[in-house]
T-cell receptor
Framework: GAVVSQHPSWVICKSGTSVKIECRSLDFQATTMFWYRQFPKQSLMLMATSNEGSKATYEQGVEKDKFLINHASLTLSTLTVTSAHPEDSSFYIC?????????????FGQGTRLTVV | GQNIDQPTEMTATEGAIVQINCTYQTSGFNGLFWYQQHAGEAPTFLSYNVLDGLEEKGRFSSFLSRSKGYSYLLLKELQMKDSASYLCAVLDSNYQLIWGAGTKLIIKP
């Protein structure tokens, strides 16, 4: 399968600061990556779809000025949580598909557990 | 709207068999996935069905009936490490993944 690497695995930050999460496709080119948030005991919630070289598409209710997404290359997408608050504490997961390699399944990064104190 | 239903929680005994059902109503269909997710970890791929029938992979099997909008994941010879959440997801006509809420499977000795 294809490999997606997400960094960092966990981060603790102070309220009001910003945090950047990186998502890399290691062995394939991902023109599209997906960012999810998952609260405890809940399923994945799609936040936005990140498209290489263009603006991300945000789901309803997700603040695009707060969750900045940059997909500057075919192998890297970043999510920046700006002015983080305790309610932003969650598990953030990125995924990508590799249709050019015949994969329709989603490959997930390891996830980032964000705790805002 | 699009909807995927699966039970919230199931309990089974080590060594037994368990079937986790998933029903869906989506705008178009390009396949159904099952993922396993252990607590605090990202989901991992288990199976993909796009044609009707049963796909077997070791202890895990997945079944699809497109006419009924129904799938199930069958886990045999349950092991304690199978305790996890199992997520059903459908690829719709726009190739967007629609996720179920997940089924938490608890395995008891």
């Amino acid at each position: 399968g294809a490999v997606v690497s997400q960094h960092p695995s966990w981060v603790i930050c102070k309220s009001g600061t910003s945090v950047k999460i990186e998502c890399r496709s290691l062995d394939f080119q991902a023109t599209t990556m997906f960012w999810y948030r998952q609260f405890p005991k809940q399923s994945l919630m799609l936040m936005a779809t990140s498209n290489e070289g263009s603006k991300a598409t945000y789901e309803q209710g997700v603040e695009k000025d707060k969750f900045l997404i940059n997909h500057a290359s075919l192998t890297l997408s970043t999510l920046t949580v700006t002015s983080a608050h305790p309610e932003d504490s969650s598990f953030y997961i990125c995924s990508a598909r590799a249709p050019d390699r015949g994969y329709t399944e989603a490959f997930f990064g390891q996830g980032t557990r964000l705790t805002v104190v | 709207g699009q909807n995927i239903d699966q039970p919230t929680e199931m309990t089974a005994t080590e060594g037994a068999i368990v079937q986790i059902n998933c029903t869906y109503q989506t705008s178009g269909f390009n396949g159904l996935f099952w993922y396993q997710q252990h607590a605090g970890e990202a989901p991992t791929f288990l199976s993909y069905n796009v044609l009707d029938g049963l796909e077997e992979k070791g202890r895990f099997s997945s079944f699809l009936s497109r006419s009924k909008g129904y799938s199930y994941l069958l886990l045999k010879e349950l092991q304690m490490k199978d305790s996890a959440s199992y997520l059903c997801a459908v690829l719709d006509s726009n190739y967007q993944l629609i996720w179920g809420a997940g089924t938490k499977l608890i395995i008891k000795p």
